[in-house]
T-cell receptor, first 114, second 114 residues
Framework: NAGVMQNPRHLVRRRGQEARLRCSPM?????VYWYRQLPEEGLKFMVY????????ESGMPKERFSAEFPKEGPSILRIQQVVRGDSAAYFC????????????FGQGTRLTVV | AQSVTQLDSQVPVFEEAPVELRCNYS??????LFWYVQYPNQGLQLLLK??????LVESINGFEAEFNKSQTSFHLRKPSVHISDTAEYFC????????????FGTGTSLTVIP
């Protein structure tokens, strides 16, 4: 049973380009969480999704950021028109759902905006 | 909603000395509590968790944490640290039975000094 898979591991984008980060949850998991980690700032919650639904996006910036978790395929975190301040490590976690007693993390995608 | 406070952002400690990483939480409902560890350039791994029963929980590498309901704390301790324990440690909480959202603290960077 593969763990949470994130790709790419490293992503370099020029300012103004779009970044697409992918997350495949563990088999059988229907809940996905995205977090952003900035140096010296810890782990910040961004968005929580179930299949085809956004449950909580209170941590997501209102502009340029979007997330989806379609019925088929991985969850996608999309950042449009990236800026230098978007450079960070983005982590995805998954859980089986209601009453989950653990969240499993991927290795992260390190986004660098140049 | 729940929240987590990790009071110490950085903790330096000499090798073979004891260490305590502090975690306090806030919640109006019963919670599950977690400690995750992040080694450099890696994702988060579960270190230990409290779900129910004995308030003292242990990890396989010598860490332990004690759930204190009256003080709403879940401090992490190790009697003798190793160089390999150098990492970022995150405390997290989720609500029992509706544990669909995991709330993380901002992390504590533990540096073990030879």
């Amino acid at each position: 049973n593969a763990g949470v898979m994130q790709n790419p591991r490293h992503l370099v984008r020029r300012r103004g380009q779009e970044a697409r980060l992918r997350c495949s949850p563990m088999k059988g998991h229907s809940h996905v969480y995205w977090y952003r980690q900035l140096p010296e700032e810890g782990l910040k919650f961004m968005v929580y999704l179930q299949k085809e639904n956004i449950i909580d996006e209170s941590g997501m910036p209102k502009e340029r950021f979007s997330a989806e978790f379609p019925k088929e395929g991985p969850s996608i975190l999309r950042i449009q028109q990236v800026v230098r301040g978007d450079s960070a490590a983005y982590f995805c976690a998954s859980s089986p759902g209601a009453g989950a007693t653990e969240a499993f993390f991927g290795q992260g995608t390190r986004l660098t905006v140049v | 909603a729940q929240s987590v406070t990790q009071l110490d952002s950085q903790v330096p400690v000499f090798e073979e000395a004891p260490v305590e990483l502090r975690c306090n939480y806030s919640s109006s409902v019963s919670v599950y509590l977690f400690w995750y560890v992040q080694y450099p350039n890696q994702g988060l791994q579960l270190l230990l968790k409290y779900l129910s029963g004995s308030t003292l929980v242990e990890s396989i590498n010598g860490f332990e944490a004690e759930f204190n309901k009256s003080q709403t704390s879940f401090h992490l301790r190790k009697p003798s640290v190793h160089i390999s324990d150098t990492a970022e440690y995150f405390c997290a909480v989720s609500a029992v039975n509706t544990g669909n959202q995991f709330y993380f603290g901002t992390g504590t960077s533990l540096t073990v000094i030879p």
